[in-house]
């Protein structure tokens, strides 16, 4: 884990959390609340949006969660660049910093779980509970 990181998941669903930030609650607020106000996560969202960010990385390995293709369909774009450029303003930046996607979910689940009102986590959460509702799961898990 890098040390900016708040907490990171590996091995598909076991979230690692920096003792750095969690040991020192007010550090942790302050932090993510300064990284809020650059647009680096959900607007509205607080400190307690770091577990939800990270469940969303769970739920994506466990289902196998396509988040690039989810998006340009919720979002109705076709082009790839329009999908980030639109995430990077309407969501986070940090939901547009990966090619493959991968911070979408995450960030979605963080701005739908923390119940702010994002109008693309709310619209992509509400298509990825379709996947699971249609049965999708990787019975295997
Ligand atoms: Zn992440």
Known sequence: MKKEDFATTGS???????AFYFC?????????????????FVAGTDWRAI????????VANAYGIDSLGLIKEVLK?????????HLGKE???YS?????????????????YSKVGNKIADAFVSRCLLVGKAGEMDESL
């Open 51 to 58: 577990g939800r960010h990270e469940t969303g990385h769970v």
């Open 96 to 112: 547009a910093a990966y090619n493959d996607g991968r911070e979408i979910i995450s960030e979605c689940f963080s701005g739908y």
């Open 77 to 85: 774009f076709t082009s790839i660049a329009d999908v980030f450029y």
């Open 12 to 18: 598909g669903h076991v979230i690692h959390l920096n």
């Open 24 to 40: 020192n609650l007010q550090l942790q607020k302050q932090a993510y609340s300064d990284a809020v106000k650059e647009g680096d």
């Open 91 to 93: 969501l986070s930046i």
